[in-house]
């Protein structure tokens, strides 16, 4: 499965989604899905948190282990994905849609230092 042309990518397996009001909108990657398994618990900051460059935006656990989410750049969480806290399934069958985790508004992704495109994130990961 190819990863959406139209997100950028990290090392630890977060997605990055530039929208057209500006905002960013994140969550984890397919492969991070497939590999944690069943997830089952979504935790992220509450709207109005302030994150740094590298900081963390919560954490999401699965049957197997807890995995802490990260952040390229600083900027404000602006929205918290409800239904991924409700149903943590969701980032195992829409990670890309619906399993999506907040929206920073402040967070500038061209600067960001070490996000892949689709087709380097693809390879890194064997796809």
């Not at 090392?11 to 397919?30: A, C, K, L, N």
């Not at 049957?63 to 390229?72: D, F, G, L, R």
């Amino acid at each position: 499965m190819s990863s959406p042309s139209n997100c950028r990518y990290t090392e630890t397996h977060e997605w990055f989604r530039q929208e057209p009001d500006g905002t960013v909108t994140m969550g984890i990657t397919q492969h991070a899905a497939d590999a944690l398994t069943d997830i089952t618990f979504v935790e992220m900051k509450p709207a109005g948190t302030t994150v740094a460059a590298g900081g963390t935006v919560g954490e999401v656990e699965s049957v197997k282990t807890s995995s802490e989410i990260y952040v390229p750049c600083a900027g404000t969480v602006t929205a918290v994905n409800d239904a991924a806290h409700k149903d943590p399934s969701l980032l195992n069958s829409d990670p890309f849609g619906k399993g999506w985790l907040v929206r920073l508004s402040g967070c500038d992704l061209s600067k960001a230092a070490g996000l892949m495109d689709a087709a380097a994130y693809d390879k890194q990961n064997g796809h």
